[in-house]
């Protein structure tokens, strides 16, 4: 298994400009989400899943749109990137929400608004 | 309310010493508190997770304990070493999993 995979690892845009960023899991997950990693502020929840065609808000949703068509792929779009988006982005799965379920996490995407 | 306090920011221990993190949450409606390591680079991977019906858990030289009452729970680390240098985060779930801020922990060789 590939586990979390994301891609791009690196992005620079410039503001205005929108882009998506890939998130895809291998493990048959349910639930998949989005975090953004900020410098003294931890992770903070985005968009979560908890199945295809099933999509909710977290801590900070605004300027960012999430779809969930597949099990396998979670993509997260910026519809017009802002310099407060940059931020390293990860994105994780389990197999659901019960006590036993890890969460996974990806390797992340590092981008930068100019 | 969906809000999880840790502290310290960032913590200094010598090598062999005793690393504490602390977080304490608001939400009764949480119902499983993990913890997780972070790797310059990497993504989060949980390292030691707890529910509240426990007020101990342990696995090799990680311990979390667990206050109900107090709702907090704390991260130990034993002995630690210079491999644990990393940074901590605890969280708490309900219907999504919520993350504290984070501890970036160094230990002295």
């Known amino acids: 298994n590939a586990g979390v995979t994301q891609t791009p690892k690196f992005q620079v845009l410039k503001t205005g400009q929108s882009m998506t960023l890939q998130c895809a899991q291998d493990?048959?997950?349910?639930?998949m989400s989005w975090y953004r990693q900020d410098p003294g502020m931890g992770l903070r929840l985005i968009h979560y899943?908890?199945?295809?065609?099933?999509?909710d808000q977290g801590e900070v949703p605004n300027g960012y749109n999430v779809s969930r068509s597949t099990t396998e792929d979670f993509p997260l779009r910026l519809l017009s990137a802002a310099p407060s988006q940059t931020s390293v982005y990860f994105c994780a799965s389990s197999l659901g929400l019960a006590h036993t379920d890890t969460q996974y996490f990806g390797p992340g995407t590092r981008l930068t608004v100019l | 309310q969906q809000q999880v306090k840790q502290s310290p920011q960032s913590l200094i221990v010598q090598k062999g010493g005793i690393s504490i993190i602390n977080c304490a949450y608001e939400n009764t409606a949480f119902d499983y508190f993990p913890w997780y390591q972070q790797f310059p680079g990497k993504g989060p991977a949980l390292l030691i997770a707890?529910?509240?019906?426990?007020s101990e858990k342990k696995e090799g030289r990680f311990t979390i304990s667990f206050n109900k009452s107090a709702k907090q729970f704390s991260l130990h680390i034993m002995d630690s070493q210079p491999g644990d240098s990393a940074t901590y985060f605890c969280?708490?779930?309900?219907?999504?999993?919520?993350f504290g801020k984070g501890t970036r922990l160094h230990i002295l060789p």
């Open positions: 493990m048959n997950h349910e639930y």
């Open positions: 969280a708490a779930r309900a219907d999504k999993i919520i």
């Open positions: 707890i529910r509240p019906d426990v």
């Open positions: 899943s908890v199945g295809a065609g099933i999509t």
